[in-house]
């Protein structure tokens, strides 16, 4: 009777041991699996990088994937420690612009390694796959919807989206690179709203005019199907 109780004993403490042994593999596991898959993402983003870029020199291409990749991990470094201190700053603005000068000190230094290598026009390649070419759809947007641009307002429209791209390019997600260049374009929208535009009419009057373009083609359609 003692030798099955001293076994039954034996079992129930060795019990917990073998689960918490089984949770540490899975937990190893479920990172591996984690880390392979954001290692693949962020080897197909810079693939596409490089692929607008170009190059042809093979050590040049081998260069810049490195700092390209290095710069995607390093993001999610910084991001990883840092998000959770701005968030807690809440609206204290000096406390998280201390946070974010680190930020800019990794960006400034992913520009100057991105440079000893491309040329500035290359480095604007760069900036803008990194932004999902975000600068150039959305400068095209305002050429089309807002009505008499002057060069200065374009020139300026371009440096303010650029101003934001820098930013943007810095964003720990999709999602948040969006609300910064959604900021840019409130300051844009003031601008242009301070020199002779009205933003929020000239949207209404585009809208206006692409519902009446789709109205007259599904009407041209139906035409054609009658004939």
């Known amino acids: 009777m003692k030798k099955i109780l001293f076994l039954a004993m034996t079992l129930i403490l060795a019990a917990p041991a073998y689960a918490v042994e089984n949770t540490s593999a899975d937990t190893n596991s479920a990172s591996a699996q984690a880390e392979a898959i954001y290692t693949q993402s962020i080897e197909t983003r810079t ?7 170009a190059l042809t020199d ?11 990749i290095a710069q995607w991990r390093a993001l999610r470094a910084w991001h990883d420690e840092n998000d959770p201190k701005i968030k807690a700053a809440g609206t204290d603005t000096n ?12 960006h400034k230094g992913y520009i100057a390694k991105l440079s000893d290598d491309l040329t500035p026009a290359q480095v604007e ?7 999902s070419g975000v600068v150039q759809a959305t400068y095209n947007g305002y050429l089309e919807i807002v009505p008499n641009l002057t060069d200065t307002d374009k020139a300026k429209i371009l440096e303010l989206l650029k101003a934001g791209r820098e930013e943007a390019m810095d964003g720990g997600s999709t999602k948040e690179k969006a609300a910064i260049i959604k900021k840019y374009k409130g300051r844009i929208n003031i601008y242009l709203n301070a020199h002779g535009h009205n933003v929020t009419q000239a949207y209404k009057d585009w809208g206006a005019a692409q519902k009446a373009k789709a109205n007259a083609a599904a009407a041209a359609d139906t035409n054609s199907a009658a004939n």
Do not use: F, Y
């Open 47 to 53: 693939s596409k990088i490089l692929d607008a870029l």
């Open 58 to 68: 093979t050590n040049q291409i081998a260069q810049v994937h490195d700092i390209v």
């Open 95 to 106: 406390a998280v612009a201390q946070i974010q000068a680190s930020l800019r000190l990794l």
């Open 125 to 131: 390649t760069v900036k803008d796959r990194m932004t």
